[in-house]
C-alpha cells in the first residue's frame, strides 16, 4: 500500500546573478530605492523592494521575475521578505521600475513587458542611465484594461498615478513629489543638503558678528566721551 505525501514547494530567495551589470546601475537603482524609501517613510502600507523575486503562480517555482525595484500599496514594509509570493500577499505590485543595460534592454522592452503587461502591473517605467539604448531614456507604460499604452510628455519627466514624477537627472532618476513640486533627496544628500545649510547658517552669523563689530568701533570712533571734560 502506497501514501501520498505532499511536497512542500521552495521558492528560492537569489539565483547567484549579480543584482546590476554595472556600479553605475546600482548606483542608479539605489538612488531611487533611497527616494522612495523617504517619500513614503510616513506610511507602513506601501512595500519597496530591489531585486527581489516575485512568484506568481502558487506551486511553481519558474514562475518568478526580479524587477529592479517594485512598489507595492496596500502590503506592510514588514516583516522583511525573501520573496514576494503574490497568493499570499493578495497585491500585484502597482509599478516596476527597470534600469535597461547592454544585457537587459531588448528583455525590458520585450519578454518583461509583456510579463508586466500580462500580470496587470499598472506602471511600468524603463530608464537607460547609460543614455546607450533608449530614445528618451526615461520610457513609461500604462495599462488602459489590459494593454499597455505609453506615457508621454515634453519636457522627459513622467507622471506616475503614485503622487510623484520621474525625472531622468544625469545617471539617476529623481523623484519629485506632485503635490510639493519638491526634489525627494537620498539620505546621503538630505545630509549633504543640511551641511551646506548649517555651513550657511554660520557664514551669515559670523558676517552680522564682523558686522556689529564694525558699528561698536565707529561708534567708538565718533562719540565724543561722557563726563564734563574738567
Given at each position: 500500500?502506497?501514501?501520498?505525501?505532499?511536497?512542500?514547494?521552495?521558492?528560492?530567495?537569489?539565483?547567484?546573478?549579480?543584482?546590476?551589470?554595472?556600479?553605475?546601475?546600482?548606483?542608479?537603482?539605489i538612488?531611487?530605492?533611497?527616494?522612495?524609501?523617504?517619500?513614503?517613510?510616513?506610511?507602513?502600507?506601501?512595500?519597496?523592494?530591489?531585486?527581489?523575486?516575485?512568484?506568481w503562480?502558487?506551486?511553481?517555482?519558474?514562475?518568478?521575475?526580479?524587477?529592479?525595484?517594485?512598489v507595492?500599496?496596500?502590503?506592510?514594509?514588514?516583516?522583511?521578505?525573501?520573496?514576494?509570493l503574490?497568493?499570499?500577499?493578495?497585491?500585484?505590485?502597482?509599478?516596476?521600475?527597470?534600469?535597461?543595460?547592454?544585457?537587459?534592454?531588448?528583455?525590458?522592452?520585450?519578454?518583461?513587458?509583456?510579463?508586466?503587461?500580462?500580470?496587470?502591473?499598472?506602471?511600468?517605467?524603463?530608464?537607460?542611465?547609460?543614455?546607450?539604448?533608449?530614445?528618451?531614456?526615461?520610457?513609461?507604460?500604462?495599462?488602459?484594461?489590459?494593454?499597455?499604452?505609453?506615457?508621454?510628455?515634453?519636457?522627459?519627466?513622467?507622471?506616475?498615478?503614485?503622487?510623484?514624477?520621474?525625472?531622468?537627472?544625469?545617471?539617476i532618476?529623481r523623484?519629485?513629489?506632485?503635490?510639493?513640486?519638491?526634489?525627494?533627496?537620498?539620505?546621503s544628500?538630505?545630509?549633504?543638503?543640511?551641511?551646506?545649510?548649517?555651513?550657511?547658517?554660520?557664514?551669515?552669523?559670523?558676517?552680522?558678528?564682523?558686522?556689529?563689530?564694525?558699528?561698536?568701533?565707529?561708534?567708538?570712533?565718533?562719540?565724543?566721551?561722557?563726563?564734563?571734560?574738567?
Amino acid at each position: 500500500m502506497t501514501t501520498e505525501t505532499s511536497v512542500e514547494i521552495d521558492y528560492p530567495g537569489s539565483d547567484g546573478k549579480p543584482m546590476a551589470e554595472t556600479q553605475l546601475h546600482i548606483r542608479s537603482i539605489i538612488s531611487l530605492y533611497e527616494q522612495m524609501l523617504r517619500f513614503y517613510s510616513a506610511r507602513d502600507d506601501v512595500l519597496v523592494t530591489v531585486d527581489l523575486f516575485w512568484y506568481w503562480k502558487e506551486g511553481n517555482n519558474r514562475r518568478r521575475i526580479a524587477p529592479d525595484i517594485m512598489v507595492i500599496p496596500g502590503v506592510s514594509k514588514e516583516p522583511p521578505r525573501r520573496t514576494y509570493l503574490s497568493w499570499k500577499e493578495g497585491v500585484v505590485p502597482a509599478m516596476v521600475v527597470e534600469f535597461a543595460s547592454q544585457g537587459t534592454w531588448r528583455k525590458d522592452l520585450g519578454k518583461k513587458f509583456n510579463r508586466y503587461e500580462k500580470l496587470g502591473v499598472k506602471e511600468y517605467f524603463i530608464f537607460d542611465p547609460e543614455g546607450l539604448y533608449l530614445v528618451p531614456t526615461l520610457q513609461g507604460h500604462r495599462l488602459r484594461g489590459r494593454t499597455y499604452r505609453r506615457v508621454f510628455s515634453d519636457d522627459g519627466s513622467l507622471p506616475t498615478e503614485l503622487g510623484f514624477r520621474l525625472v531622468p537627472e544625469g545617471t539617476i532618476l529623481r523623484m519629485i513629489d506632485v503635490k510639493t513640486g519638491n526634489r525627494i533627496l537620498t539620505g546621503s544628500e538630505q545630509a549633504e543638503e543640511e551641511t551646506r545649510r548649517a555651513e550657511h547658517e554660520k557664514q551669515r552669523a559670523d558676517h552680522l558678528q564682523a558686522e556689529v563689530a564694525n558699528l561698536k568701533a565707529l561708534l567708538q570712533k565718533y562719540v565724543p566721551p561722557t563726563g564734563n571734560g574738567s
